[in-house]
């Protein structure tokens, strides 16, 4: 992420992606992350967030998650990226 919109957006993702997910969408025990590695062209973050099942997960990309992100896309362009990653927890 470009270093100019760094403050913005994480007040965007602390203020409205996460309690969108949490609150409105029923995604649960979110975090936010800085990842510590060396990013290229600026610093990277993490969201993760749980889905009680399979077809809340699917919900969330096809319907809920589109919305946000395209929210996103309108406020910064190429200035952040985002991909989504969908895991299993192994153990606790």
Do not use: H
């Not at 990277?44 to 998650?65: D, M």
């Amino acid at each position: 992420m470009a270093y100019e919109v760094e403050p913005d957006f994480k007040k965007w993702i602390l203020n409205t992606y996460i309690p969108y997910a949490n609150v409105d969408c029923g995604l649960s025990d979110p975090l936010f992350m800085r990842i510590l590695a060396d990013m290229e062209g600026g610093t990277g973050y993490a969201v993760q967030l749980k889905s009680a099942s399979v077809e809340a997960t699917e919900q969330w990309l096809e319907c809920q998650q589109p919305v946000k992100l395209a929210e996103m896309s309108s406020i910064w362009a190429d200035k952040v990226m985002y991909f989504t990653t969908i895991m299993e927890e192994v153990a606790p």
